[in-house]
């Protein structure tokens, strides 16, 4: 792949502490930067098993999808993404908020932001906190702004550096390379689902939901999680590891 079709950061770009895949150090991160306590990050252990399903509260605001990149992945974005135009959205009369990646390993935080900007979730920031300031600020930028917003965000890189350290694993290097991506999945408030990820061009409007219909609803998951999975899966070969997980209403 040339790399003129690369989406990743530039290896002089400021580098995070990769987080660990897990909800409760996801959930660490997104309430110290000010998300009410009444959301939290659950595991999804299964999509096609509902006694599986069945534990995961709802509605589900945000799905992580969280996979090593392939090269059948990358084939699918760059084919995808040929003709279309770099995005340039920016203002209140968005339907979705999105952020372009340019902080290296920071494809988890870009994931969890996207989550908790979009949606019925954005409901849940507490007033007066990082998460409040930061999406006050982001909202009027175009993407290139708001993501230099991001990447000079002194509150977001400390609340990062306290979750990723706090895993039940050693944290890995800031330096050190990983081959996880997370994308994120959201319900507009006009029923859309949407893919974000910041290694695209922009947002994807992947289809029309019902009202009653979340993001774990079977629909939104043959728009979104199912057919990234039959596309591996069609290839042959491919990792098929991955995981889910979900933004919704806290147990605790």
Known sequence: MSTTDSPDVPSRAK????????????????????LSENLAFHDVF???????????????????????VSETYETFRVQEDKDKNEYDGSGPGEEV?????????????????????????????EAGSNLAQLLKDAIPLKPAERANLLYESQALESAHQS????????????DEKVDLHYVCFIKSEN??????DG????PLDRGLLGADEDV?????LEFGVRSFLKREQQAGGGDLRFSLIVLSPNLD
């Open 199 to 202: 290694r695209r061009k922009g």
């Open 46 to 68: 299964s999509i096609d098993d509902p006694d599986l399903l069945a534990f995961v509260p709802r509605p589900a605001y945000a799905l992580l999808l969280i996979f090593p």
């Open 163 to 174: 979750a990723a350290a706090g895993g039940d694993t050693a944290a890995p290097s800031a």
């Open 216 to 220: 774990l609803s079977e629909k939104a």
């Open 97 to 125: 908020i999105w952020y372009r990646q340019t902080i290296g390993n920071a494809c988890g935080l870009i994931g969890l932001l996207h989550g908790v900007s979009n949606g019925e979730a954005r409901s849940h920031i």
């Open 15 to 34: 580098r995070f502490v990769p987080l660990e895949n897990n909800p409760a150090v996801m959930s660490s991160l997104v309430h110290k930067l000010g």
């Open 191 to 196: 029923n859309h689902l949407w893919e974000l």
